[in-house]
């Protein structure tokens, strides 16, 4: 049955082409005061002015829900780790008395110190724990979330992680997209020699992924003391032949060349660019690789240094943001408190930012075309919040002002 979402105050369509949105065009919100949202099917059937979509031969018949705040597409969370046992509370006790991250991991925590859990955990319960997580995003008006692998670092353990991710599928209308990070930290049985376990994750790990059709993107950690920008490059073009795209964790610590070398790899996008300089952003850009900011890490991780959105932006690198939802770097699910981050600390525009969280966060994965603006066509992914104007999403933080989440055409949140 089709459904009416009118008393909207602000709509924001994002109409236009269904690339990656770069520079001024990131701004270009395509707003409507004074709207409605026809669905039907699962489909955006007509969004527009009340008056206009009201008219619309379908919106008689339809059910009508009276929303009475703003509406955007749903949230695509284009960068999380969804899939972890524990949270590191060790770690942040460590942090909140002046540990760094790299001063942690020299500790025996970080990565490393999640798989234990991991390893151990049934493939069951890994299920259940991802969907029960996956109600918290859809509340906070995210509707797609990307969910990597990464904290298993065995063949076993890594096909668990990402098994879980499509087995949870079935409990859970948050659309996840899943992504192999094997090549996250180098395990204890190769300890002291990355090459080796790249090689095994190359020759064994990836193919049985392919295989099995378990993961869409292939991702690997390019930073000192876990994967070069060479390896970068070259494990990322073979997971290329396996048909994953490529994705990077890259100028997050340091400027060590994993953007570029993600970059030359082709990589749909590149993630944190924390440490990037100028001929990073232009090998981003002349490759058409995404930048996708994680600024919420940053926070978390009490960083003094933000991305550099502003420079990011004025070169026209299309910019995605992202949580990176994590139990190491950034245990934050909320779209909405990444918004205020970017505006607040790297100086995006509030519209700068939900194009950066909805459009090119689609596009970071892939799925652009049917993903991320709500036009007739478009899949009814949407998120309404209670305010009057836009800006409040990024102004108020800290909280959820999220009303109504709405996943191809169904209402999955509040849930009466
Ligand atoms: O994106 N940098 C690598 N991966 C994660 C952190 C993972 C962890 O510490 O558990 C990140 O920040
Ligand atoms: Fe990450």
């Known amino acids: 049955m089709a459904i009416l979402f009118t008393g909207i105050k602000q709509l924001i369509t994002f109409a236009g082409d269904a ?16 709207a409605a949202v026809l669905v039907n099917d699962g489909i955006v059937e007509a969004a527009g002015t009340r008056a206009a979509v009201s008219r619309h031969r379908l919106a008689k018949k339809a059910r009508t829900v009276e929303v009475n705040g703003i509406c955007l597409p749903g949230f695509v969370d284009s960068h999380t780790h969804s899939v972890f046992a524990e949270p590191r509370l060790k770690d942040f006790s460590m942090r909140t008395a002046g540990a760094s ?43 797609t979330a990307e969910v990597k692998s990464g904290y298993g670092l065995s063949l076993e353990s890594e096909l668990k992680m990402l098994r879980a991710v499509r087995d949870a ?21 190769f300890k002291g020699d990355a090459q080796a376990y790249l090689d095994h994750v190359t020759s064994v790990i990836l193919p049985k992924v392919a295989a099995e059709k378990l993961a869409v993107f292939a991702d690997i950690f390019c930073e000192k003391g876990y994967f070069t920008p060479e390896q970068t490059t070259a494990y990322l073009k073979e997971a290329a032949r396996y048909g994953l795209k490529a994705k990077v964790h890259s100028e997050q610590l340091s400027n060590y060349g994993g953007t570029r070398a993600g970059a030359a790899a082709g990589a749909v996008s590149a993630d944190h660019a924390d440490h990037v300089y100028a001929e990073d952003i232009a090998a981003m850009r002349d490759a058409g690789t995404i930048a996708t900011l994680l600024p919420a890490s940053n926070y978390y991780l009490g960083l003094a240094k933000y991305p ?3 420079e990011l932006i004025a070169e026209g690198v299309p910019v995605a943001l992202a949580t990176d939802f994590n139990p190491g770097t950034c245990p934050c699910w909320n779209m909405q408190f990444v918004l205020s981050v970017a505006c607040t600390h790297c100086g995006m525009t509030p519209e700068e930012a939900i194009c ?9 994965l892939g799925i652009g075309d049917r993903v991320g603006r709500i036009v007739p066509g478009m899949q009814a992914d949407l998120a309404f919040f ?31």
């Not at 690339?19 to 004074?34: D, F, I, Q, S």
């Not at 409040?392 to 209402?411: D, R, S």
Request: proline share 6%.
């Open 19 to 34: 690339g990656p949105r770069a520079g001024a065009a990131m701004r270009e919100t395509g707003l409507v005061k004074n």
């Open 101 to 143: 991250y790299q001063d942690i991991k020299a500790a025996g925590g970080g990565i490393i110190s999640s798989i234990g859990a991991v390893r151990a955990q049934g493939h069951k319960s890994m299920a259940a724990q991802l969907a029960a997580r996956a109600v918290r995003f859809l509340e906070c008006g995210t509707t």
């Open 169 to 189: 599928q079935a409990f859970t209308p948050l659309e996840m997209l899943p992504t192999l990070l094997a090549a996250h930290s180098v395990p204890p049985e």
């Open 308 to 310: 550099p959105a502003r």
């Open 356 to 364: 950066a969280a909805t459009v090119n966060g689609a596009c970071a």
């Open 386 to 416: 209670a305010a009057d104007d836009y800006r409040e999403l990024a102004y108020y933080f800290g909280g959820n002002q999220n009303l109504l989440t709405v996943k191809k055409g169904n209402i999955v949140y509040p849930i009466f």
